[in-house]
């Protein structure tokens, strides 16, 4: 199983981008899927997650109206489209996938993490 994240990189505050995860060796379509990130010296936070169909969705409360999660499953992606970004979204975005709507961090599987730096 492999969960490959991409999308990251160097924004302006109020700036926008948009995270991807492509699965491969999985049925993707069994899985909930969910954004995962870790800032320097801070805990580790759900930021989104999303369901097996993509009619579900979670949003910590700090990206709330900010960030999309999204998900094709035609294409065993899942999306976050992060909009209106703030110095604080600065962390390592972890993508994860679960055959459970979790409410921790008990994922069965993890991407190996892309950068989000935000910057004044």
């Known amino acids: 199983v492999q969960l490959q994240a991409s999308g990251g990189g160097l924004v302006q505050a109020g700036g926008s981008l948009r995270l991807s995860c492509a699965a491969s060796g999985l049925t993707f379509r069994s899985y909930n899927m969910a954004w995962i990130r870790q800032a320097p010296g801070k805990e580790r936070e759900v930021v989104a997650r999303?369901?097996?169909?993509?009619?579900?969705?979670y949003y910590t409360h700090s990206v709330r109206g900010r960030f999309t999660i999204s998900r094709d499953n035609t294409k065993n992606t899942v999306y976050l489209h992060m909009n209106n970004l703030k110095i604080e979204d600065t962390a390592v975005y972890y993508c994860?996938?679960?055959?459970?709507?979790?409410?921790?961090?008990?994922?069965?599987?993890w991407g190996q993490g892309t950068q989000v730096t935000v910057s004044s």
């Open positions: 994860a996938a679960s055959p459970r709507w979790n409410y921790g961090f008990n994922y069965d599987y």
């Open positions: 999303i369901s097996l169909s993509g009619v579900e969705t």
